[in-house]
């Protein structure tokens, strides 16, 4: 029996398919009753009891085997990967002897390769999930690549500056600079616990004045060439703040940090002409090897288009031209004569001079309405369309029309000249519009196949044009396709002074200012006699942020940079005149952005 029970035993003990653990009741001469827990390969307990194991083998050397055996595969179920003590202990050995570090003298002979992360944001909560989502891919490829010989630079650094540690520095009354280097090492600890293969020697940061003195020789650089310039243009302004903010730091109206207020404004900012390079941009998607959906992605982000600009004369009471010109863009030249009114943004330049008396306090609150919402709001294609008439009228020039002139926040002020010619009867947004002001509408491409335009939809494609001729102006495009009739309207636009043919393109220049405290101060000063803009001379650099004990908003749009009289009031150093220095700084992006 004693047998029978010692191999049925042995048998539960070998390598078996997962399942429940079992308990099994059985009895010996030397302990008349024990219940023992057996746990196969599922499970984390030891195959039989030692004690019972002994017993049953007799104690014999055979027997010893097996119990030393069966503790040693106790040991190896019970125990978890011990990184507590493994960790640790390479961590500080990599640490010691630096042991990613790339020499400053490399061997030439192979080959190079430069694995550079999206440097974190410190915040004050530490690293998320998404951190070390992305940086074990990134070290898994450096590990890989210092395996296979090559001359690996694997380093890591913080984008620092930032409105949420100025915000937070407000709030607890802490400067910023004692909360972002607080944060730097909390994430430098985290990061090193997870045993990353950086080279710590080349740790960097965006607020050092030794790094943003090359930022700031960048836009230097950008200045010289044209492409860093100023404009007075509508930007997200949140009183709350003090700042302009970015439309991904603005949430339903709201500012993403605190949920404040935010309304559009037009200020003078800082801009970088990154449109020049849009062309470049789109050419060069063709050479990536990315998939073909995010770089359609890109190519609408990018959003070229080509069409015209065309000139309407803006008409006084008495129906006669006044000399201002209102400028459209348009894709669809060719459907010109279709153009029943004209729609501007509600922040255009021009509706001081167009807006009539009677109409002036309606205009005013429509205006306060739409500075409270967003772009991506206000182009919302699903949202009701709403406007307000100006009280004003323009001659369309390719028949004549007198057309009323329309305010709508579905025009933005910042794409194209913030001023279309809506044809309701080719164009979804117009049409609704159209419909709800009940202003007419008129086709003028018919569908190919000669399907009737009076189904009461819009049709937006390309067909052939009819309707469109005019003996007051000389054009006539009926009978012609959509392509060869735009093409003809451009043609005569420019023939008559009335507009142009004009690419354009829904990326826009990138607004580089901010009204705050914490960030890259810019090399600029301006002469008070003349406000004439003075780069500092590249030997000047870096322009270092002053101390501010008093960092918060003014409540006028004046940055809190202006606060540091004795830092703003300077001299140009190159004529001597007295200057004053840019109060703006650079946004939270500029430092990681090359």
């Given at each position: 029996?004693?047998?029978?029970v ?16 079992r308990?099994f ?9 024990r ?40 040991k ?32 030439t002979?192979?080959?190079?390769f ?29 590990r ?44 430098r600890?985290?990061?090193?616990s ?22 700031q ?25 003090g ?9 339903d109206?709201?500012s ?6 935010v ?15 849009a ?48 400028t ?13 009114y ?85 164009d ?11 202003i007419?509408?008129r086709?003028v ?33 009926n ?14 636009v420019?023939?008559?002074g009335?507009?142009n ?72 150093p ?21």
């Amino acid at each position: 029996m004693d047998w029978q029970v010692q191999n049925h035993f042995q048998i539960q003990a070998l390598p078996q398919p997962p399942f429940r653990r079992r308990k099994f009741l059985f009895f010996t001469q030397r302990q008349p009753s024990r219940r023992s827990t057996v746990a196969t390969a599922g499970g984390g307990r030891a195959s039989v009891s030692l004690r019972v194991w002994s017993s049953l083998s007799g104690g014999g050397s055979r027997g010893a085997v097996r119990e030393e055996l069966s503790e040693v595969q106790e040991k190896k179920k019970r125990r978890p990967y011990p990184f507590q003590e493994i960790e640790p202990r390479w961590q500080r050995y990599w640490e010691e002897n630096r042991t990613f570090r790339t020499p400053d003298d490399v061997d030439t002979s192979k080959p190079k390769f430069y694995v550079l992360d999206m440097f974190p944001y410190p915040s004050g909560a530490g690293l998320h999930v998404g951190h070390p989502l992305g940086y074990t891919a990134t070290d898994i490829l450096a590990r890989f690549k210092r395996m296979q010989g090559f001359n690996v630079l694997h380093p890591m650094g913080w984008d620092a500056f930032g409105l949420p540690a100025e915000q937070y520095a407000i709030e607890t009354g802490t400067h910023p600079k004692i909360t972002t280097l607080r944060n730097i090492e909390r994430f430098r600890s985290q990061l090193k616990s997870l045993g990353f293969s950086y080279d710590w020697d080349r740790e960097i940061s965006t607020t050092e004045p030794e790094y943003y003195k090359w930022t700031q020789w960048i836009f230097l650089q950008l200045l010289k060439r044209g492409l860093a310039y100023q404009a007075e243009v509508p930007v997200n302004w949140c009183p709350a703040l003090g700042t302009v903010l970015a439309n991904e730091e603005v949430v339903d109206g709201l500012s993403e940090r605190g949920g404040h207020p935010v309304i559009r404004k037009p200020m003078r900012q800082w801009m970088l002409r990154i449109t020049a390079y849009a062309d470049r941009l789109l050419d060069d998607l063709d050479d990536l090897d990315w998939p073909e959906s995010i770089k359609e992605m890109q190519r609408n982000w990018i959003g070229r288009s080509e069409g015209a600009e065309v000139e309407f004369y803006v008409l006084d009471t008495n129906g006669q031209d006044t000399g201002i010109k209102i400028t459209v863009y348009t894709t669809r030249p060719d459907t010109i004569f279709g153009a029943t009114y004209l729609v501007l943004a509600p922040e255009h330049f021009l509706l001081s001079s167009i807006v009539s008396k009677g109409q002036s306090i309606y205009v005013e609150e429509y205006k306060e309405l739409a500075s409270r919402k967003s772009d991506l709001e206000r182009t919302e294609l699903q949202k009701e369309k709403t406007g307000v008439f100006s009280g004003g009228y323009a001659r369309n020039p390719a028949n004549g029309e007198v057309i009323p002139i329309w305010i709508a926040d579905y025009v933005l002020g910042s794409y194209g000249t913030g001023a279309i010619m809506a044809v309701p009867a080719h164009d979804m947004r117009d049409h609704e519009f159209a419909l709800k002001y009940d202003i007419p509408v008129r086709g003028v491409v018919m569908p190919d196949g000669g399907c009737s335009l009076d189904s009461g939809k819009p049709f937006p494609g390309e067909g052939i044009c009819v309707n469109s001729s005019s003996t007051r102006s000389g054009l006539d495009i009926n009978g012609l396709p959509s392509k060869e009739a735009a093409s003809k309207v451009i043609e005569w636009v420019e023939k008559t002074g009335n507009g142009n043919k004009k690419v354009n393109y829904k990326l826009r220049d990138w607004l580089f200012a901010r009204q705050r405290y914490w960030g890259e101060p810019i090399p600029v000063v301006f002469l008070k006699d003349t406000g004439e803009g003075v780069p500092l001379l590249e030997s000047e650099l870096p322009l270092t942020l002053p101390e501010l004990e008093d960092f918060t908003p003014t409540g006028t749009g004046e940055p809190p940079l202006s606060k540091a009289v004795s830092w703003v009031e300077t001299r140009d150093p190159l004529s001597g005149k007295p200057a004053r220095r840019e109060t703006n700084t650079m946004p939270q992006w500029a430092g990681s952005c090359w």
